[in-house]
């Protein structure tokens, strides 16, 4: 599979081409077009139970479409539903991803997914602690809200970083996720519930918007009844 991204980097577009009969797993419902005679499948990835696990703790869809290429290979776009950008991960099959919550897109063939905890979670941070973690060979694609950032830490280089801004990490870094301050009333004093320390090395990829401030801003501005 060969990736090409355009309308970078607020309204990302990733082409993904494709070999004769080669397949693609794609988020459900972020096709934009495909190529003539392209086959569609949806089903859960990994099984019924593995995908429920997705969807229910790793926020992502039950059931991910797989689109196989037909004898003279072919193209599919995609895109994610919010605005912003794309990034594509170059996987060897030695470093997994750590993929937050709502921020996988694609991924091909040779690349394995699965549900794993991330850290502590609690009632104001917004956001889980389960992930969905990448292993194996091939594309991983990635979305976000707004654009990305890149942050390459050293050994021993330490960051902090807010739960919402975390699109991915690579498995060399580690991470706690943890509440940003003590108690209730400092959380909502702060503004913030939860924050990721990592400590390098390895890249961790951020987004420049959080999605769960911007249902928030909506939700405050609707109209009660």
Known sequence: MQVQIRHQPS????????????????EAG????????MHVEAQAQGGVMKGLGR?????????????????NGGWVDIASS???DIRLIEMDGRVGWCVTRGSWLANSHGIQLETRWGGFSNLFGG????LTHAQGQGQLIV?????????????GEYVTIDSGHVVAYADTVQSQLRKVSRG????LKSG????????GPGQILTQTRNPDALLAWLLARMPSR
């Open 82 to 84: 919010l605005p912003g």
């Open 30 to 37: 972020a096709m934009l077009a495909t190529s003539y005679g």
């Open 11 to 26: 309204f990302a577009v990733a082409r993904l081409l494709l070999a004769p009969h080669e397949p693609a797993h794609v």
């Open 143 to 155: 979305a976000c809200y707004g654009a990305i950032d890149v942050i390459n830490l050293q050994p």
């Open 184 to 187: 209730v009333i400092q959380s």
């Open 127 to 130: 956001e889980g602690g389960f």
């Open 55 to 71: 969807a229910l703790l790793g926020g992502e869809s039950l059931f991910v479409s797989t689109y196989t290429a037909p004898p």
């Open 192 to 199: 913030e519930g939860l924050v990721f320390d990592f400590a």
